[in-house]
């Protein structure tokens, strides 16, 4: 999968809810540091944002630009699932 398409991904898995570093990779079966590599392309282009947990455990979410995309994007592959 390209680069692009996972900052995507990412995209439409943060709507449920803000997530870990170490969750993100292991939503897009990937390594830590490639979720890392994609979250710091992403923070760069404000599509999301990083803060500390109640516990300490810092999180990302993404920004209200980027939930307007993603949520497009899902609404897309949802219709395309439908479809198969």
Do not use: C, H, W
Not at 31 to 54: C, G, H, P, W
């Amino acid at each position: 999968m390209s680069a692009s398409t996972l900052r995507n991904k990412i995209g439409v898995i943060l709507l449920d809810k803000p997530m870990s570093l170490k969750e993100i990779a292991e939503e897009l079966e990937t390594t830590e540091k490639k979720a890392y590599n994609l979250l710091k392309n992403m923070f760069q282009n404000d599509r999301v944002a990083s803060f500390k947990d109640i516990d300490g455990q810092r999180k990302y979410r993404i920004t209200e630009e980027e939930t307007e995309a993603a949520l497009k994007r899902k609404a897309k592959a949802d219709k395309k699932a439908a479809k198969a």
